[in-house]
């Protein structure tokens, strides 16, 4: 059911900045839809990290940014944190399928 | 504040049938649409089913069409998922989440569902 492909794994020192992929298609992302992020700590429920593209729900610290262009949107994590260590998914609609659509999931390790 | 409480974790048999449940709390209910995504280590999270609970109306992924079903009752301000005849490869992590615009923006803890005889 994955149409949202992301890396596997990243991993960073505590301070750096890390970045994760994410890359659809123009039934997705290429075709306007929004993509939203989410963070899943070990253990725990994933939650809403970035909505509409570039947007943090309130509490959600100012190291997380996100950016859209074309047919992929990336996620940054700036000064990296040891409590970031999770996985993190995007998300979008793909209108080919009709459904929501996550990404296939990207793991954080901070070294 | 937001909160989407869902029953406890779940071992059944093959051919079993069962009703999960996620009771919401602290927003209007008949304002969102909610609904349920599943979690395998092997196909990650898969988005399933919405239904907005003013008139139930259903969105359906293709994927689980048929094979589960999602109902509200309005009353108590829950939803459902439920199988009728579950199979082992139903075994998962399901978790409730409000719907809005296209994303979800609220998660229940999730219910963790083993399928095994």
């Known amino acids: 059911q994955s149409a949202l492909t992301q890396p596997p794994s990243v991993s960073g020192a505590p301070g750096q900045r890390v970045t994760i992929s994410c890359t659809g298609s123009?039934?997705?992302?290429?075709?306007?839809?929004?993509v939203h992020w989410y963070q899943q700590l070990p253990g725990t429920a994933p939650k809403l990290l970035i909505y509409g593209n570039t947007n943090r729900p309130s509490g959600v610290p100012d190291r997380f940014s996100a950016s859209k262009a074309g047919t992929s949107a990336s996620l940054a994590i700036t000064g990296l944190q040891p409590e970031d260590e999770g996985d993190y998914y995007c998300q979008s609609y793909d209108s080919l399928s009709v459904l929501y659509v996550f990404g296939t999931g990207t793991k954080v390790t901070v070294l | 504040e937001v909160q989407l409480v869902q029953s406890g974790a779940e071992v059944k048999k093959p051919g079993e049938s069962l009703k999960i449940s996620c009771k919401a709390s602290?927003?209007?209910?008949?304002?969102?649409?909610i609904g349920w995504v599943r979690q395998t280590p092997g196909k990650g999270l898969e988005w399933m089913a919405i239904?907005?609970?003013?008139?139930?109306?259903?969105r359906y992924s293709p994927s689980f069409q048929g094979r589960v079903t999602i109902s509200v009752d309005r009353s108590i301000t829950t939803a459902y998922l439920q199988w009728s005849s579950l199979r082992a490869s139903d075994t998962a992590m399901y978790y409730c989440?409000?719907?809005?615009?296209?994303?979800?923006?609220?998660w229940g803890q999730g219910n963790l569902i083993t399928v095994s005889s």
């Open positions: 602290g927003y209007s209910f008949t304002t969102y649409w």
């Open positions: 989440v409000r719907h809005v615009e296209t994303q979800f923006d609220y």
């Open positions: 239904i907005y609970p003013v008139d139930s109306d259903i």
């Open positions: 123009n039934s997705n992302i290429g075709a306007g839809y929004h």
